[in-house]
Structures are given as C-alpha cells and as structure tokens.
C-alpha cells in the first residue's frame, strides 16, 4: 500500500482549500462514546461507516487509545477501497479499550478529507434488571456519577407526561450515548446512577476497559410481576396495588434485549430483586419457577441461548415494622444460580452466576430509615459487591458473552433526482427513517429512493433484534455538468484532439467510433483516417454514481469538387463509410456517379451533392 508521508498529507490540506472541506467527510457510525461488547478474547468487530461529498479513492481509518494503557493501537487500515455512492462502510477487530477513531479519505495518494469520534470502546455491556435496589426512585436519594470517563450509558427513561407507558405504546429513540454523570437515566427505564455509575467505576479500573450501562428496573415490582407481564399485552397489579401498564415490567428488559443490547451487545443482566417478595412471603418453589421462567424467556426472546444472569440474594424488606429477611427466596435465588448444587436440571440454569449477597448490609451506614432501600455509603458498598462477584473468570471463561450485530450495510445508487439505497436481503422488517426521527416511518420495503436529507434504516430479524444502519446522507443536487468539444473534421493523417469539462465529477470516460474508449480527460487519436469519424460521447460520474452525458461530433468534409469515391475529394484523403459524418462544404460539387455511397449522414454547408448514372447514397443513421 502506498505510505503516506508527512509531505503529501500536508499537500493534500493545502489542496483542500478552507477549513470547511473537513466537513465533506462524515464519520455517522459508530457514534460517539458507543461501547461494543468484547468476547472472551478481549476482541470486538468494530464497524466504520459514513459518507462524503468529494472524490476519493479509498477511506482509511485507525483507533488511538485515548489515554497510555487504555488500548491497544490499530494503525492505519484501508476502510473500503473505491467507495461507491458517496457512502463508505467496513470493519476491524480492535482490542479492549478506549479509542479515539480518525478517519481519512485518500486521493491521488494525498488526504484530501477526515473526521474523527473522540469516543468509542471496546469492553464491558450491562443490563440491570430487578426493583427499587436495581434503580432507585420514589424518591430515594441518588448515588455519585461515574468519575471514570469510560463509564457510559443511555440518558432515556420511558415515561411521557401521563406516567409509564405500556410495551406496545413504547417508541424508544435513536440510542444517544452520554458520560454516566448523576443525574442520568440509564435507558430503558433507570431513575439516575443509583449504584451503577460507581460499580462503573470499579469495573473500568478493574477491567481496564470502558463500561456501558442499561437499566430495566422497576422499583415496588415483584418477581410474579415480571413473569405475568411476560404476554406483551399482558396486565399485572403490584402487591402494593400498583397496576402496571400492560407488558410491564418485564416489557422494559424485553426492550433492553432486542434493542439497546442488539446494537451494542452484552455480557450479563445484573438482577437485584426479592424484597416485594419477601413481604408478599413468596414460596421458596414460586420464586424459583418464576425466576427460571424470565432466564429462559430472556434467552428465547433476544436468541441468546446462554445470555448470562448474575443473580443477587437479596430479600431484606421491612414488615409489620420490622426489618426481615425471607430464606425461600434466597433459597429460591441460589438454587437457580447453582449454590445448591448444579445436578438437578429443574433446579439449576447454565449461565446464571450468584451475586453479590446484600441482605447482610444493614444499618444506617447502608440503608434508609425503612431498613429497606440503600444510601450514602451503602451505595459504594453495594457497588463494591456487585464487582466483588464478578471475578476475571468470569470474563475470560465463565460466561459467555453476546456481540453487537453486524451494521446493516447498505448499497447506494443514484436514480437520476435521488439515491436508492438497497438493504440487505433476509431480514424480517424493514423500517426507513429520517435520521433524527425514529417516529417517522418512510418506507418499508428493502429499497427506498430518497430525495436530499438524512436517513436510517432499522430493521429487525426473526426474534425481533432490532439494528440500525449508519446515518445516510443525500445532498441538495446529484447533478454532475460535463461538456465536450474537439476536432471538428478529420485531418489527413493529422490528430483527432478531444477535450471535456465537467463540474462535481470525479472521471469522465469517452467512447467512440470504430471501438475506441478512454477514460482520459482529454484524449488525442494520431494518424486519423475515416473510421474515426462519428459521434464522440463523454461521460461524468459523481461521488454519488450520477451521470450526465455530452457529445462532439468529428466529420469527414469535402476540400474540393470532385467524385465521392475520389479520396482528393475529402479532408482526411480517405473515403467516407457508413459511420461516418460528412459535410459537403461551400462552393463544392460532389458527385456520386455509378456506385452506392454510404455515410452516417450528410451536412450541407453550401455545397452540393448530385447523383449520376444510378449512382446512390445510403445513409445509415
């Protein structure tokens, strides 16, 4: 591969012009601060997708880790050679860590254009589910924000002005990534950092790799509530009295699944839950079947036949004004997480690990006054222990995590006024979006022809995963201008001199009488003889694959009165054939006398033709 050296990467900034040409280079994917999960070789697929608005010959790109330790570097790689569409797309395997991705497109061996997300990483993805302890809210104090800046998440909770909404009703937005300050709200439906901003912390140093988080908790919910909403128009009513909007809560994780964790991947769902249970005194059997019952549909649902669960103990809730713990859930908790034992298939799930036991953290150091809920330092401490339960084993061998799917890649080609653009076959559905507004639908057919604007596809597969592509962009005009012009008559034995001008265009090609094809800019045929003359026709192509078309003509004319079948009669001291273009020139006799004559066609420049003896002219237009 050509090197590109200090000295033509400076040319080709000086070829740019102003500081606004960076611009006609767009990095739409992946986005900033986006987190992809690694496999137990600490390796991700990393897709690199965008558009541009200029001529390049290939798009390159390399990951930098943004600080000393924090990566392993990816030097420069060739993205896509010959870009088609204005639309680049391509991949990598990056390591573990946190990156700033650069990407540059190459001309003529000069980087003419570049861009650059400052955020992307390879490591650790989390859904939480579970109630108040998993995600706080009814007004328990909050935990601190992430001090690590590889700890990420989602800011979106899914409520509108009437309260919760319903699975069916739910219209989650393009995923926006954000630093996983305080105040946060880790989609789907997190209340703020609560613990998980801090356990971020720790994970990051611990793992050395950036932490995304989600959250699907329900606070007040009990485990009978998750596995009757399970139906998506299913309802179920809280041991507290609380109706649920219908699919919920378990529609929250189902969402968390199929979307968020579609896109980016997972390692585990991190689940604190049981206390509802407790006071609702839960049998040791019903919590288990129940707990079993959402694995095993979490599993089906996001076709993630060994998506990890790591399963809190936790119990502790206060009745009749006393603080308890409840043994058949715990019970319940280990025996489905193989504490208990790991023989007995009806008891036991694969892939579900114990975690962290929180019943014993008790007191005003780690609880609220109900003796229920965490706060203050009993935040750090419950972030403590839920890292504290998810040894390197468990990242390398134990589990078996889930990688982000394949970025849908989408063909681009010009129809005239707009793009096609083309999804990949196989897929169960097929949304168009514009790019900012996921509640408009464009179209839904695998093509779409789309007219200046900015553009997503979504689609889903069989279990309902649902994936996005890169941001497509169409600009205001795909016209391309190209004008051709040259030797206008055959020189005997002379050149034939063609010349284009084109605007927006990143090549012309030229055919031709007798075969001839170039894709010079300004070709020259030598030694010209009758065969070359005819029509010469130049084509433009865009950055988008839009074309325009103009065409000179070349002519054999006469230079003196005289027989057609007579080569002194003509310029080129050749004979006309079928293809060729003949002007009869001012003041010249021209006389077909005793023989059929062929040419393209005729032009009278104040001359004359005449025919004698049977003689006749066969044109073949």
Same mark, same amino acid.
């Given at each position: 591969?050509?090197?590109?050296?200090?000295?033509?990467?400076?040319?080709?900034?000086?070829?740019?012009?102003?500081?606004?040409?960076?611009?006609?280079?767009?990095?739409?994917?992946?986005?900033?601060?986006?987190?992809?999960?690694?496999?137990?070789?600490?390796?991700?697929?990393?897709?690199?997708?965008?558009?541009?608005?200029?001529?390049?010959?290939?798009?390159?790109?390399?990951?930098?880790?943004? %600080?000393?330790?924090?990566?392993?570097?990816? +030097?420069?790689?060739?993205?896509?050679?010959?870009?088609?569409?204005?639309?680049?797309?391509?991949?990598?395997?990056?390591?573990?860590?946190?990156?700033?991705?650069?990407?540059?497109?190459?001309?003529?061996?000069?980087?003419?254009?570049?861009?650059?997300?400052?955020?992307?990483?390879? =490591?650790?993805?989390?859904?939480?589910?579970?109630?108040?302890?998993?995600?706080?809210? +009814?007004?328990?104090?909050?935990?601190?924000?992430?001090?690590?800046?590889?700890?990420?998440?989602?800011?979106?909770?899914?409520?509108?002005?009437?309260?919760?909404?319903?699975?069916?009703?739910?219209? *989650?937005?393009?995923?926006?990534?954000?630093?996983?300050?305080?105040?946060?709200?880790?989609?789907?439906?997190?209340?703020?950092?609560?613990?998980?901003?801090?356990?971020?912390?720790?994970?990051?140093?611990? *793992?050395?790799?950036?932490?995304?988080?989600?959250?699907?908790?329900?606070?007040?919910?009990?485990?009978?509530?998750?596995?009757? &909403?399970?139906?998506?128009?299913?309802? &179920?009513?809280?041991?507290?009295?609380?109706?649920?909007?219908?699919?919920?809560?378990?529609?929250?994780?189902?969402?968390?699944?199929?979307?968020?964790? %579609?896109?980016?991947?997972?390692?585990?769902?991190?689940?604190?839950?049981?206390?509802?249970?407790?006071?609702?005194?839960?049998?040791?059997?019903?919590?288990?079947?129940?707990?079993?019952?959402?694995?095993?549909?979490?599993?089906?649902?996001?076709?993630?036949?060994?998506? /990890?669960?790591?399963?809190?103990?936790?119990?502790?809730?206060?009745?009749?004004?006393?603080?308890?713990?409840?043994?058949?859930?715990?019970?319940?908790?280990?025996?489905?997480?193989?504490?208990?034992?790991?023989?007995?298939?009806?008891?036991?799930?694969?892939?579900?690990?114990?975690?962290?036991?929180?019943?014993?953290?008790? =007191?005003?150091?780690?609880?609220?006054?109900?003796?229920?809920?965490?706060?203050?330092?009993?935040?750090?401490?419950?972030?403590?222990?839920? %890292?504290?339960?998810?040894?390197?084993?468990?990242?390398?061998?134990?589990?078996?995590?889930?990688?982000?799917?394949?970025?849908?890649?989408?063909?681009?080609?010009?129809?005239?006024?707009?793009?096609?653009?083309?999804?990949?076959?196989?897929?169960?559905?097929?949304?168009?979006?514009?790019?900012? +507004?996921?509640?408009?639908?464009?179209?839904?057919?695998?093509?779409?022809?789309?007219?200046?604007?900015?553009?997503?596809?979504?689609?889903?597969?069989?279990?309902?995963?649902?994936?996005?592509?890169?941001?497509?962009?169409?600009?205001?005009?795909?016209?391309?201008?190209?004008?051709?012009?040259?030797?206008?008559?055959?020189?005997?034995?002379?050149?034939?001199?063609?010349?284009?001008?084109?605007?927006?265009?990143?090549?012309?090609?030229?055919?031709?009488?007798?075969?001839?094809?170039?894709?010079?800019?300004?070709?020259?045929?030598?030694?010209?003889?009758?065969?070359? /003359?005819?029509?010469?026709?130049?084509?433009?192509?865009?950055?988008?694959?839009?074309?325009?078309?103009?065409?000179?003509?070349?002519?054999?004319?006469?230079?003196?009165?005289?027989?057609?079948?007579?080569?002194?009669?003509?310029?080129?001291?050749? *004979?006309?054939?079928?293809?060729?273009?003949?002007?009869?020139?001012?003041?010249?006799?021209?006389?077909?006398?005793?023989?059929?004559?062929?040419?393209?066609?005729?032009?009278?420049?104040? =001359?004359?033709?005449?025919?004698?003896?049977? =003689?006749?002219?066969?044109?073949?237009?």
């Amino acid at each position: 591969m050509f090197r590109i050296t200090k000295k033509n990467y400076l040319l080709g900034l000086a070829l740019l012009g102003p500081l606004s040409a960076w611009a006609q280079l767009t990095v739409s994917y992946p986005a900033n601060r986006a987190v992809f999960q690694r496999n137990n070789a600490n390796q991700a697929t990393v897709y690199v997708a965008g558009y541009h608005a200029v001529c390049l010959d290939r798009v390159e790109a390399r990951f930098v880790p943004r %600080a000393a330790g924090q990566g392993t570097a990816v +030097d420069w790689f060739v993205v896509q050679d010959n870009p088609q569409g204005g639309h680049f797309y391509g991949s990598r395997t990056v390591l573990g860590g946190w990156y700033r991705l650069e990407v540059r497109g190459v001309r003529n061996d000069s980087v003419i254009v570049q861009d650059a997300v400052e955020r992307v990483g390879v =490591g650790e993805v989390f859904v939480v589910a579970g109630q108040s302890n998993a995600t706080g809210g +009814d007004g328990l104090p909050n935990g601190p924000g992430a001090t690590d800046d590889r700890v990420n998440s989602v800011d979106f909770q899914n409520l509108n002005q009437q309260g919760p909404i319903s699975y069916a009703d739910t219209q *989650l937005p393009f995923p926006v990534f954000v630093h996983f300050d305080a105040p946060v709200k880790p989609a789907p439906f997190g209340n703020y950092a609560w613990c998980w901003a801090a356990f971020g912390d720790v994970m990051a140093a611990q *793992l050395n790799v950036p932490i995304l988080i989600f959250n699907a908790g329900w606070s007040g919910s009990g485990i009978r509530n998750w596995r009757e &909403s399970i139906p998506t128009n299913a309802n &179920s009513v809280s041991d507290f009295g609380y109706p649920y909007p219908s699919g919920m809560p378990f529609g929250h994780l189902r969402l968390a699944l199929n979307y968020y964790v %579609a896109q980016q991947g997972c390692r585990a769902v991190l689940w604190h839950q049981g206390e509802t249970d407790n006071y609702a005194n839960r049998s040791r059997e019903d919590y288990r079947s129940d707990l079993r019952t959402l694995v095993e549909t979490s599993r089906s649902l996001s076709g993630k036949n060994n998506l /990890a669960w790591v399963v809190a103990r936790a119990s502790r809730f206060t009745v009749e004004g006393t603080s308890r713990t409840w043994q058949p859930v715990i019970d319940a908790q280990n025996d489905v997480a193989g504490v208990n034992g790991t023989s007995d298939p009806n008891v036991y799930l694969p892939y579900v690990f114990p975690g962290p036991e929180t019943d014993p953290l008790i =007191g005003p150091d780690y609880r609220t006054s109900d003796e229920v809920h965490f706060t203050g330092n009993g935040l750090m401490a419950l972030a403590q222990a839920w %890292a504290g339960t998810l040894p390197m084993s468990f990242f390398t061998t134990s589990s078996t995590p889930y990688q982000a799917t394949p970025l849908p890649p989408v063909s681009v080609a010009c129809g005239g006024s707009t793009l096609t653009f083309t999804a990949p076959a196989g897929v169960a559905e097929y949304r168009w979006h514009p790019a900012t +507004d996921i509640t408009q639908v464009l179209g839904t057919n695998q093509q779409y022809n789309a007219a200046s604007g900015q553009y997503r596809l979504r689609q889903k597969n069989a279990t309902n995963n649902t994936v996005f592509s890169a941001t497509l962009s169409v600009p205001a005009s795909l016209a391309v201008g190209v004008s051709a012009s040259g030797t206008s008559q055959v020189p005997a034995g002379g050149t034939i001199n063609l010349f284009s001008s084109a605007t927006n265009a990143c090549g012309v090609s030229w055919t031709g009488p007798n075969g001839f094809s170039s894709q010079a800019a300004n070709p020259t045929l030598p030694n010209a003889s009758a065969s070359q /003359a005819g029509i010469y026709q130049v084509t433009a192509r865009n950055v988008y694959g839009c074309q325009s078309q103009s065409t000179v003509s070349v002519a054999v004319s006469s230079s003196t009165s005289g027989s057609w079948s007579s080569p002194s009669t003509w310029n080129c001291g050749c *004979l006309p054939t079928a293809a060729t273009n003949v002007v009869i020139s001012a003041g010249h006799l021209v006389t077909v006398d005793a023989i059929q004559a062929n040419a393209r066609s005729v032009e009278f420049q104040g =001359g004359t033709l005449q025919f004698a003896n049977g =003689g006749n002219l066969l044109l073949n237009q």
